[in-house]
């Protein structure tokens, strides 16, 4: 079912839950969170998606990856902590198992408040089965996860990890989406087009799923919000990596608010703070695209849109004090 708040009346939701910043909060307490990815081909996926979480206010700001890509991540920025734990296959020594690799990388899982598990992941079978057990973990451990680009691929491959999760959400373009769907058994040709997120959600049980495009469906199955904001023209890719990581600081901020760290009026639900979330989320990057092509124009990267986030924030959703959380 669509929603009939305004965009107004959703972006006023997304800022009560974001956290003030106030004197008496320590290290960790607005997040902390993990990018599991970068394979030895693909560095600048999870560094977008961590970047974008940390300009969004998260304290720590973490990436798990192969180390030929943690090698390249760390002269990135000294900013985001790179842990080289993930191995694609045929770098495994002969003193490493799937089982070990993955044991390292679930036993942070304790330390995290969302993992985003995809960018620059790829293909490779030893790489997949190490986020499909941190998945596994992540369930029973009640910890929120982001799923996209080759992440997706095991929500399409092995649907049960996600299925009912309720502390997820799948951001797929419109090609992954098409992927979701024939695998679901959704014949998209026949379907309308603003029910599709809905169904699609319906046949995941319920998980939150963001449809890109040219405008954002999100849907939980129930409740359909439609993020319309402007944007940038250019698609260059990349892009998607800063929604990822501005949707992590959003769902450590969620949890922030259901753990109540500061006063506010608690009248919002875990569910529908996830449909704010995705909708903030979508918003905010639909936002860094817009500004950062007004700048760039054609000429557009996805590092334009990492500079962009702390701005659209503000011009989004506003600096929230501790008096007007309140409210």
């Known amino acids: 079912m669509a929603s009939t708040m305004t965009r107004k009346e959703i972006l006023g939701k997304v800022y009560k839950m974001i956290p003030p910043m106030l004197e008496k909060f320590h290290k960790g307490?607005?997040?902390?969170?993990?990018?599991?990815?970068?394979?030895?081909?693909?560095t600048g996926a999870p560094y977008f998606s961590a970047m974008a979480s940390a300009k969004l206010g998260c304290d720590m700001s973490h990436v798990i990856c192969e180390?030929?890509?943690?090698?390249?991540?760390?002269?990135?920025?000294?900013?985001?902590?790179?842990?080289?734990?993930?191995?694609?296959?045929?770098?495994?020594?002969?003193?490493?198992?799937?089982?070990?690799?993955?044991?390292?990388?679930?036993a942070m899982?304790?330390?995290?408040?969302?993992?985003?598990?995809?960018?620059?992941?790829?293909r490779d079978p030893a790489m997949q089965e190490t986020c499909a057990r941190v998945i596994t973990e992540a369930r029973k451990k009640n910890v929120s996860f982001v799923l996209d680009a080759d992440g997706l691929y095991l929500a399409q491959t092995r649907p049960d990890l996600v299925h009912g999760y309720k502390e997820c959400i799948l951001t797929p373009n419109v090609v992954e989406f098409g992927?979701?769907?024939?695998?679901?058994?959704?014949?998209?040709?026949?379907?309308?087009?603003?029910?599709?997120?809905?169904?699609?959600?319906n046949a995941f049980g319920g998980v939150t799923i963001i449809q890109k495009g040219a405008v954002d469906y999100i849907s939980n199955g129930q409740q359909t919000l439609v993020s319309e904001g402007e944007g940038g023209f250019k698609r260059s890719g990349g892009q998607g990596d800063t929604l990822t990581g501005s949707l992590a600081t959003l769902l450590a901020y969620r949890k922030a608010y259901l753990e109540r760290i500061w006063d506010h009026e608690n009248d919002m639900k875990p569910d529908e703070l996830l449909a704010y979330v995705a909708y903030g989320g979508s918003a905010i990057t639909r936002e860094c695209s817009r500004r950062a092509f007004m700048t760039q124009g054609r000429s557009l990267q996805a590092s334009d849109l990492t500079e962009q986030v702390h701005p659209a924030f503000l011009d989004i959703i506003g600096e929230p004090t501790e008096e007007l959380s309140k409210l």
Do not use: F
Request: net charge neutral; hydrophobic share 35%.
């Open 29 to 42: 307490q607005l997040g902390r969170v993990a990018v599991i990815g970068g394979s030895e081909d693909y």
């Open 67 to 106: 180390p030929g890509a943690a090698a390249v991540i760390k002269t990135y920025s000294p900013n985001i902590m790179v842990h080289p734990y993930m191995r694609q296959q045929k770098n495994l020594a002969q003193s490493e198992t799937i089982d070990s690799i993955s044991e390292q990388v679930v």
């Open 109 to 122: 899982l304790d330390r995290l408040h969302v993992v985003v598990i995809g960018p620059g992941l790829g």
């Open 179 to 201: 992927r979701l769907a024939k695998a679901q058994n959704i014949d998209t040709a026949k379907e309308d087009p603003s029910k599709l997120c809905e169904k699609l959600s």
